[in-house]
T-cell receptor, first 113, second 113 residues
């Protein structure tokens, strides 16, 4: 199993550009989520999905869109990047069971100029 | 709103010492609590998961305890090694189950050879 994979590892964007951060998991997990990690802020939940076709907002959803067309993939879209979105983004997945741990991807480091 | 606090923010100890990292949370209505390890520039690795009905979990030299009523958890590391140097994150799973994890800001641990 590859676990949770994320691409790209690093990206530089100009203000106003759009991009999609990719996340995939091969563990057949129902639950997937996106977090951002900022210095001094800890990790914060952006969006999550409990299954294909179902998504919902987390703590800091503004400026981000998600979709879940398959169980494996959960892309995060930035429609118009802003410097405030400079961060490290982590995708996570979990079997839909409160007893299970979450598995995290290696992260995407995004710099918006 | 759940809030998670980790003390200390940073810790440096000589190799071989036993040490304790602390985590506190404001809302005791939790499903579980997890301790993660994060190495510089890397993703998160789950170390221990404690269910709300449990008091402690052990894995090798690591022992995590949970006192849900007082909103506290500790991570005990025995016989520390330089390879234990990393940031340790505490995360609480609460709310409706789909709300994701609430993270503390972490303890940056350095083990001096």
């Amino acid at each position: 199993n590859a676990g949770v994979t994320q691409t790209p590892k690093f990206q530089v964007l100009k203000t106003g550009q759009s991009m999609t951060l990719q996340c995939a998991q091969d563990m057949n997990h129902e639950y997937m989520s996106w977090y951002r990690q900022d210095p001094g802020m800890g990790l914060r939940l952006i969006h999550y999905s409990v299954g294909a076709g179902i998504t919902d907002q987390g703590e800091v959803p503004n400026g981000y869109n998600v979709s879940r067309s398959t169980t494996e993939d959960f892309p995060l879209r930035l429609l118009s990047a802003a410097p405030s979105q400079t961060s490290v983004y982590f995708c996570a997945s979990q079997r839909w069971d409160d007893q299970e741990t979450q598995y995290f991807g290696p992260g995407t480091r995004l710099l918006v100029l | 709103k759940q809030e998670v606090t980790q003390i200390p923010a940073a810790l440096s100890v000589p190799e071989g010492e036993n040490l304790v990292l602390n985590c506190s949370f404001t809302d005791s209505a939790i499903y579980n609590l997890q301790w993660f390890r994060q190495d510089p520039g890397k993703g998160l690795t789950s170390l221990l998961l404690i269910q709300s009905s449990q008091r402690e979990q052990t894995s090798g030299r690591l022992n995590a305890s949970l006192d849900k009523s007082s909103g506290r958890s500790t991570l005990y590391i025995a016989a520390s090694q330089p390879g234990d140097s990393a940031t340790y994150l505490c995360a609480v799973h609460s709310g409706g189950g789909a709300d994701g994890l609430t993270f503390g800001k972490g303890t940056h641990l350095i083990i001096q050879p």
